[in-house]
């Protein structure tokens, strides 16, 4: 497996998991709270393991791949990136993410790696609760015009995180029309501030190790 | 020399950082132990790949290795070769006797099914529990709430 192709996968959720977890403390409810907060735990998990992949194949660490490198290098998704949005745009990202990452998964845990395939499929075991708990969403709002209104605002973000040839399959799964994706190259201001912030204490302190 | 029994009994005195009623091997987290002269391989899986004990397992069973006077070498396994069903009876018991419903059988597990799914409540016995939270305080747990005892208990996730 390229490291390329797994950098696109561990930057989305390393930064999503950075982006959920800034509902911590804050969310609308304090078992939402935990969830997005838990949420974010395993995407940086999942990060994590798929930075150690590719570290090995590129010769560096995952702490590295994760913290080092210019903000201009990561391959992130701009729907990963945006900002805390409001709920109905938070679950809208949510919704549309984790069911793009299902279709994404389900080809990676057939890859000839092995390693590859066998990570796949325990990121793919503990995401079945981020899609229980994003579906119990969408089923919740789906009704609800400003929810409708955040879907199809980010539905051309969620496109972009997947490849061309997988993007009618996401389409078909959310009931809606194919439009033209943003592409990972547009990469958003958003990220920027987010890397200041991410590599603010790696920064301050090059070499340190904790 | 140290032998693999005692280097597995060592690691059944290890509590898991984040629940300790039960052992790194009641959890079944420790696929393999081989021993080579002075050196100890030990495979282990984590339970959730996010979850924030997994160095300090590792420290604590590599102090363990070095303290039967052995070299120590954990291989954390990446794969899906973990599950919930690898917890032991004993750990089961264990969980029980904490107030924690342990997991249901992998197989027998539709995730969508869950809310509807039947767990016993671990304080009173009582299956009459609802989910109030897929999401707990750690990402192997969720939070569940006996309506017959009136006790918020916690469900060990399977995966």
Redesign the interface.
């Known amino acids: 497996m390229n490291a390329p192709a797994l950098l696109e996968i561990a930057d989305d959720e390393l930064i999503l998991g950075w982006r959920d977890s800034e509902w911590t403390g804050i969310a609308p409810s304090l078992e939402e709270d935990v969830a997005f907060s838990s949420i974010a735990q395993n995407e940086i998990g999942h990060a994590r393991a798929l930075y150690e992949l590719a570290a090995r194949e590129i010769g560096t660490t995952a702490d590295g791949l994760a913290f080092d490198r210019d903000p201009s290098e990561y391959r992130s998704a701009p729907l990963v990136e945006q900002r805390r949005m409001d709920w109905a745009h938070t679950i809208a990202r949510h919704y549309l993410y984790e069911t793009a990452d299902e279709i994404r998964l389900a080809v990676l845990k057939q890859a000839d790696d092995a390693d590859v395939a066998g990570l796949a499929a325990k990121m793919d075991r503990e995401e079945q609760y981020h899609r229980l708990h994003a579906r119990m969403w969408n089923e919740h709002l789906r009704d609800e015009p400003r929810y409708q209104d955040a879907i199809r605002e980010l539905w051309p973000l969620a496109l972009g995180v997947l490849a061309p040839g997988q993007r009618s399959e996401l389409a078909g799964r959310v009931g809606l029309e194919p439009v033209e994706a943003v592409e990972r190259e547009r990469q958003s201001d958003e990220l920027g501030e987010l890397w200041e912030e991410m590599t603010m204490v790696r920064r301050s302190v090059p070499g340190a190790t904790w | 020399m140290v032998t693999a029994a005692q280097v597995w009994e060592a690691l059944a005195e290890i509590p898991d950082p984040e629940i300790p009623v039960v052992s790194l091997v009641d959890l079944g987290v420790i696929r393999d132990v081989e021993v080579h002269a002075e050196n100890v391989r030990i495979e282990f899986t984590p339970t959730?790949?996010?979850?924030?004990a997994l160095e300090v397992m590792r420290d604590a069973m590599e102090a363990s290795v070095r303290s039967l006077g052995a070299e120590p070498n954990v291989q954390i396994v990446?794969?899906?070769?973990w599950?919930t069903d690898k917890i032991t009876a004993a750990g089961r018991d264990k969980l029980r006797e904490a107030g924690f419903a342990p997991p249901t059988p992998r197989a027998a597990t539709n995730?969508?099914q869950?809310n509807g799914a039947i767990f016993r409540c671990p304080y009173c016995g009582s299956t009459d529990t609802r989910l109030?939270?897929?999401?707990?305080?750690?990402?192997c747990r969720s939070?569940r709430y006996c309506t017959s005892c009136k006790q918020p208990f916690e469900q060990f996730?399977t995966?």
Do not use: A, M, R
């Open positions: 959730f790949l996010g979850c924030p990446l794969d899906d070769s599950s995730l969508l869950l109030e939270n897929l999401f707990g305080p750690t990402p939070l996730k995966i």
